[in-house]
């Protein structure tokens, strides 16, 4: 899957006649699964049309601030399309308008969005071999990257003017692709390890039966997928679970018991920077399994249970540089038991969700959770869906490890 999956990108489309070549832009930025909203300076409506963009893309095109011509004047807000964006790329990028850009000239709707724009700004020059060499264009170049902007450099070859030279846009594939590996390399959990658990666990009686609950696993699986996006490498021990996950940083290893799950865990756990138990474990299991399957008599029925391992007990007790994240499913003084947990188990943070809560727990798509950290600060959210949980856990991580 490409890091631009689901992202949302604003081309900024100037006047060169490398303009043309956006329209394959836009179609391999879908095709990696983003969604595409453009803008185009006035005179650049004379290389590609409004309508083939449009259409491309599959949202309006905007070029002006308001359309005099239309009756029903509806006003393009700049600031809104540069909220939107999770990424703005100007391309073709003209000598005119990257010097613009890089002087806080505002005189047109691309260049007001870009000043509005919160989101990584990527732009790519398109001019002939002069102008692209020119002291005061290489002077916008290196004060857009002072801004943190990033020049996707143009290529040598055959120019409009017929002149050979550098000044040609990059191919469009190449855009995509210098996007998608800059990206990747600035994501924030790049190069990090993480452990996560997910599901429950089955504790065997007899070759058929087992004691189970009713975990899905979901949360965890959410938790893998939203720190994969962020470019962890993710060791997802799951027991068992109908979830399906394909991520190429994902390596899901399945487990069944309480101690198959232990097992898996401290196999990983020296090499991980963050380890994340979201697991419903068993906190009891059979003593005895049976070797074949327990035949129904009259009689009432006796199975002796031991306690399970606390895995996240057991890493808490080990841990040195690792960021240890417990949950706690409540039913009653949440808070309390909670803290508890927290400090018993020698956590850096824990994850509250009560059943008191409608929409929380078990086997639901959404979940409401508190998050309480070493100094007992409570944070506590609305009910979301458990994809956006995940992302909030995560980003708490993020502000404790940084
Ligand atoms: N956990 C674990 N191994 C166990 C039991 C629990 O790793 N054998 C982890 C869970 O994955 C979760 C946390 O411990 O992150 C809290 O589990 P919970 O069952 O709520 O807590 P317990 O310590 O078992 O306490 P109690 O059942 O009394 O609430």
Request: charged share 25%.
């Amino acid at each position: 899957m490409s890091v631009l999956s689901g992202k949302k990108i604003l081309l900024g489309i100037s006047a060169g006649i490398a303009a043309y070549k956006t329209a394959s832009l836009v179609r391999l930025f879908i095709k990696s699964g983003a969604e595409v909203k453009v803008i185009m300076t006035p005179a650049s409506k004379d290389f590609i049309t409004p309508l083939t963009l449009s259409t491309l893309s599959k949202n309006p095109v905007s070029s002006v601030f308001y359309d005099k011509k239309e009756e029903n004047e509806l006003w393009n807000n700049h600031v809104d399309l540069g909220l939107w964006a999770d990424l703005m790329l100007v391309a073709p990028a003209t000598a005119n308008t990257l010097s613009k850009m890089a002087n806080g000239t505002c005189d047109n709707l691309l260049l007001a969005t870009y000043l509005s724009a919160k989101c990584p700004v990527y732009f790519a020059p398109a001019m002939d071999l002069d102008m692209y060499k020119h002291p005061s264009t290489k002077n916008s170049f290196k004060k857009l990257q002072s801004f943190n902007n990033v020049m996707i450099p143009a290529t040598s070859g055959e120019l409009a003017s017929g002149l050979v030279g550098e000044g040609r846009m990059a191919e469009p594939q190449h855009m995509v692709s210098f996007i998608e590996k800059d990206l990747l390399s600035k994501l924030p959990l790049k190069g990090k390890k993480l452990l996560i658990t997910a599901g429950p666990t089955y504790e065997a009686i007899d070759p058929v039966r087992f004691i189970g609950n009713h975990s899905s696993g979901k949360m965890g699986f959410e938790i893998a997928k939203a720190a994969a996006n962020l470019g962890a490498e993710v060791s997802l021990i799951s027991g068992p679970s109908n979830q399906q996950i394909q991520h190429a940083l994902i390596h899901r290893i399945d487990v069944n018991s309480a101690e198959e799950m232990y097992t898996s865990v401290h196999d990983c756990f020296d090499e991980v920077d963050i380890a994340i138990l979201s697991a419903a474990v068993a906190d009891y299991r059979p003593k005895n399994v049976a070797q074949q399957k327990i035949k129904k008599t009259v009689a009432a029925l006796e199975i002796e249970l031991e306690p399970t391992k606390d895995i996240l007990a057991s890493l808490g007790a080990i841990k040195k540089q690792q960021f240890l994240v417990g949950f706690a499913l409540e039913t009653e003084n949440e808070l309390e038991n909670a803290k508890g947990k927290l400090q018993r188990k020698n956590l850096d943070m824990i994850v509250l969700n009560s059943l008191q809560d409608k929409g929380a727990g078990f086997a639901t798509d959404t979940n409401k959770i508190t998050i309480i950290d070493r100094s007992s600060k409570e944070i506590s959210f609305e009910l979301k869906s458990k994809a956006a949980v995940a992302k909030d856990i995560i980003s708490e991580i993020l502000k404790r490890i940084a």
